[in-house]
């Protein structure tokens, strides 16, 4: 088994029919069903039974690097980087691996919405941030931005992250600028906000309960408002100028800079991560086609139901092969995708009728739901490169009631959600039992998708 970890991507993908042969009883990993895989060695033919538990815990499938681009922890060297960009890279060294690790190489379209540019967007705050604290500026100007982009795309790639990141994120030189924001030095910042609440507010968040109370958010979207009205004293009252929402959200990001400024690097990247998660989590980043085909074979008195499953199940499976998604956000998907379905006269729970769980909505075959929390890719080097699922049952996914107009919201403590999509302690455990075999199948799937 020491030697099967050793393995990088390449070999297992490009080897893998060599090296595994399974026999799949019918049922899913964690229903009990008992998988018997055989791995070649050089002593022959090792069986191995894997066995779920009554109760498996989170785990983590494993995806080793390539060995064409070994994973280092260093910074690009500065003969290699432009010498324009005033970015202290040292004083953010660890966020910067975190980010790197996040957006490793080609899995980073596949972690794009969940772990790879929210980390990104945080690593960039800080940057800016911890700059401010000798520049006294919250922002660089356009050629500047231009220049520090460039070279945070060498240090990030130089660690092993994908060398189209920028794109990936869709981040741009205006990002890091003023924007529309009217005031940029971090003094101008402190005369104008109540700096105090907006520390107490920020300067520590519960990933679960902001999302819900909004503490910190509120304090910063009051001084974004504050910043970005301050000159319009001389405008008779009247606030509804064009493009006042682009402002204010331009003087958002001027706050977080502030905030970064004033925080432990390590702090400031918690609470930017909480904060994206809680914008994260609310919608379905999948993207829903046509369902013409489903209500075909599924609408109102459904006369053979083989077909409708089979016609939910082809549906679905496009689905999975767009991203990895979060467990809430599987519960975003699965009500959309049901309104969607009820809204064009399919009456009948399809997804109780055709067994279709939270699971299936994201990337397979692992069917991993990663935890609603924030969380990251961590990197080890006798294994490589791996993230937390969130797979704690085959639970079947909630058809939408057809009196809710809204969708489910964990902050609805009347709506009745399923068990798993509950932020725990229990999703920092490991699943070791399964491990070889998510490291196994999320490489092929992967590998396939990139062909």
Known sequence: MKELHSLSLLQITLFLPLLMCMNKSQGSPTSGTKYSISITTKDGMLPLDISPSAQPQPFLPLLAPSPLTPFKNYSMPQSKLSGLCSLNFSAAEDIMTTTATDCWTSFAPFLANVLCCPQFDAMLLVLIGQSSKFSGVLALNTTHARH????????????????????????????????????????????????????????????????CNQVCQNAINDAARKIALNDMSNSNGNHSLPGKTTRIQDCKNIVLRWLASKLDPSAANSVFRGLSNCNLNKVCPLVLPNVTSVVKECRNDISNQTSCCKAIKSYVSYLQDQSFITNLQALKCAASLGKKLQNANVSNNVYNLCRIGLKDFSLQESGCLL???????????????????????????????????????????????????????SQNGLYINNLVLLHLFTSLILFKRLL
């Open 371 to 425: 935890p609603s929390l924030p969380s990251d890719a961590v990197f080890d080097k006798s294994s490589g490169v791996g993230f937390m699922c969130d797979l704690n049952d085959n639970i079947v996914a909630p058809w939408p009631s057809s009196s809710l107009s809204l969708l489910p919201s964990s902050c609805n403590r009347t709506t009745k959600l399923p068990s798993l999509p509950t932020a725990t302690s």
């Open 148 to 211: 520090c982009l460039s070279d945070v795309k060498k240090v990030l790639v130089n660690q092993g992250a994908n060398d189209d990141l920028r794109k990936i994120c869709s981040v741009h030189p205006v990002n890091l600028t003023e924007g529309s924001c009217p005031i940029v030095f971090v003094d101008e910042v402190e005369s104008i906000v109540d700096s105090s609440r907006l520390l107490t507010a920020c300067r520590k968040i519960d990933p679960v309960n902001e999302c």
